[in-house]
Structure formats: C-alpha cells, structure tokens
C-alpha cells in the first residue's frame, strides 16, 4: 500500500519519531510504513489520518502493482 506519510510529516515539520510517539507506535513501524515494508492494521491507518485531520484516502492508497496482479 502507497502512502504520503512522509509529505504528510514534512508538511507538519514532524519528525518518524514525533508521529510515532504522537500515535502510539514506534519509529521503525513508521519507517516500515513509509517503505511500504508494512501494511498497517485499519485502525493504525485510521489514526494516522484522523492525527493528520484528512480522510484516510488522502494518506493511503491502494497500488494494485504491488500485489504482482
């Protein structure tokens, strides 16, 4: 899964740890995250956008290239 995390941090001059400590989780799970490394659980994406004050949407998107379909 796609994201923009890291523009979205960059926008809010956050650091991975000032999110990660922001949301409950650790920098390495939002390195992970970022790198497309780790697909994050429903809730965890939830309160990364609801953090950011956007819809889910505009954070995560679907990349069927990924999958290899």
Known sequence: MKNKIKVYRAMHDLT????????????????AIEKGKYVPSLDLAFRISRYFKVNIEEIFFYDENINGS
């Open 16 to 31: 991975q740890e000032d999110l990660a400590g922001a949301i409950g989780v650790t920098r390495q799970t939002i390195l």
